[in-house]
Each structure stands twice: as structure tokens, then as C-alpha cells.
């Protein structure tokens, strides 16, 4: 009888951790807080304008430098694009015709906010690379 009571011990314990487990990883995976990526976002841009006023007495203007890195991010993103594509046209996988139709389709596309369509969590993962090609304004 002595080794059933011994099963029967095991047998919880095992039950215990593995509940325990579960549901530490499903807390630990919501954590309520969604904004915790653009909150610091924030609170590193403003540490970077302090820091720069107190290095040169100059203040910078948080939303014009936050405007400055958004540019930039889509000015680089829209030139990774633009290689890509002609690196497909140097191998032969599509025509500079097809090429230039891409971009003029990505030109005409309205602009979406942050979670509307495929780009918003929950939705689908995005495949090949993003239409990051500037207007011309």
C-alpha cells in the first residue's frame, strides 16, 4: 500500500507545478499594459532632450524631434524598399516595369493609423517586405 501513497504524492506535486506554471505564463504574457512601448518611448525622448539642454543650454523641441526620427525611420525604410526592388529587377524576378507599378501602387495607398488592417495586433503576420515608399509631395 505504501507505493500508491507514494504515486499518489507524486502524481499532485506534478499537478500543482504544471497548473502553477500555466498559469504564471498566461499572467506573465498579459499584462494589462499596452501602452508600455510608447510610454517609453516617451520618457527616453524627453531623458534625451534633458540631457541635451544640459549639455549645451539649447532646448529641443520633443514633438519636432519625435517628428524628426518618424521622417527619418520612413526616409530609410523607403530606400530599403527601392533596393530590394531593384535587386529583383538585377536577378530577373520581375520586370522595371512591375517594379515601378509596385511603387506607384504603394504611392496611392491611403494611410492607415497604427492598429487598423493586418499592421494592429491580432491580426495577420506580415509577409515580404512593407510599402514604405514616400510620397512625392
Do not use: H
Amino acid at each position: 500500500m505504501w507505493p500508491n501513497k507514494k504515486l499518489i504524492v507524486i502524481a499532485v506535486s506534478v499537478a500543482v507545478l504544471l497548473v502553477g506554471s500555466i498559469a504564471g505564463v498566461v499572467l506573465a504574457a498579459d499584462s494589462g499594459d499596452d501602452n508600455q512601448p510608447k510610454a517609453q518611448g516617451e520618457d527616453l525622448l524627453t531623458k534625451v532632450c534633458t540631457i541635451y539642454q544640459q549639455k549645451t543650454g539649447v532646448t529641443i523641441d520633443q514633438t519636432s524631434l519625435k517628428d524628426a526620427f518618424a521622417q527619418a525611420q520612413s526616409e530609410m525604410q523607403a530606400e530599403r524598399e527601392q533596393a530590394r526592388l531593384q535587386n529583383l529587377v538585377e536577378q530577373g524576378k520581375i520586370t522595371q516595369e512591375q517594379a515601378d507599378q509596385y511603387l506607384n501602387w504603394c504611392q496611392s495607398r491611403p494611410d492607415l493609423p497604427d492598429g487598423v488592417g493586418f499592421r494592429g495586433g491580432g491580426g495577420f503576420p506580415r509577409q515580404g517586405a512593407p510599402c514604405a515608399v514616400p510620397s512625392s509631395e
